[in-house]
């Protein structure tokens, strides 16, 4: 789980409250943001990009229910340094001008079960702590008629969050969100709340295509 990576230094706070999942993602990356180091820009501008991702979503509560599914990203290009440093900026206005901003935006598809899926808005990748490569990905899920119908709490969670590890031999794990409020905190801090109590697993990750780190 997302849990198992607070020791990270993106990642700087976790914490349930009020029944509810957020993850504190330092900056949408600062490391993205500010291209600190060679290792950042080679994972962002390289590694895995043209891929394709495949694995099981595990959910055990929220919008997916307690089930499991077919998972599937392709990765076609990342969304720029620039691009990020202007949704970071645009957020300060709030999640509904982020929705706007990333609407136009497409770095690649993600597929939960057996749908075309929908557009993947955000992509980026990075070193994580470990050796693995990080890929975050924020996009903008699909809203059922019926919660907007009905006023449904779960209509103000208007993206999808996932966060892969891949290793270097391309399999890996990772952690999905499949509906999540977006807000800033301290200044370049991205809150992420699970409108479930707990994300959803993702398993059996396995690279295909793209440039595989050596």
């Known amino acids: 789980m997302l849990g198992d990576r607070c ?10 409250q009020q029944m509810l999942k957020q993850v504190c993602v330092a900056g949408l990356l600062a490391a993205v943001l500010a291209g600190a180091s060679a290792g950042v820009a080679s994972a962002q501008d390289e590694i895995y990009e043209g891929s394709t991702i495949t694995g099981t979503v595990v959910a055990f509560s929220g919008r997916l229910g307690s089930r499991s599914s077919n998972f599937r990203l392709i990765i ?15 957020l300060r206005s709030g999640q509904d001008k982020l929705l706007d901003a ?3 935006m497409s770095a690649g598809q993600i597929q ?3 749908g075309v899926g929908v557009p993947a808005n955000v992509i980026f ?15 903008q899920r699909n809203v059922r008629f019926s919660e ?19 290793r270097r031999n391309g399999a890996g794990q ?3 969100i499949p509906a999540a409020k977006i807000r800033l905190r301290e200044g370049n801090t991205w ?11 993702l398993l059996g990750l396995r690279v295909r295509g793209g440039r595989v780190p050596r």
């Open 102 to 104: 990333i609407s136009g």
């Open 125 to 139: 990748a990075e070193p994580s702590a470990n050796g693995e490569t990080k890929i975050t990905v924020i996009y």
């Open 148 to 166: 907007l119908r009905y006023g449904t709490r779960s209509a103000d969670y208007r993206f999808g969050y996932a966060e892969l590890f891949i």
């Open 174 to 176: 990772g952690t999905l």
């Open 112 to 114: 939960i079960g057996n």
């Open 76 to 90: 076609r290009n990342y969304t720029s340094r620039a691009d990020v440093e202007r949704l970071n900026e645009v």
């Open 191 to 201: 809150e992420v709340e699970d409108f479930g109590i707990y994300p959803a697993r």
């Open 7 to 16: 020791g990270s230094a993106k990642v700087t706070n976790m914490r349930i």
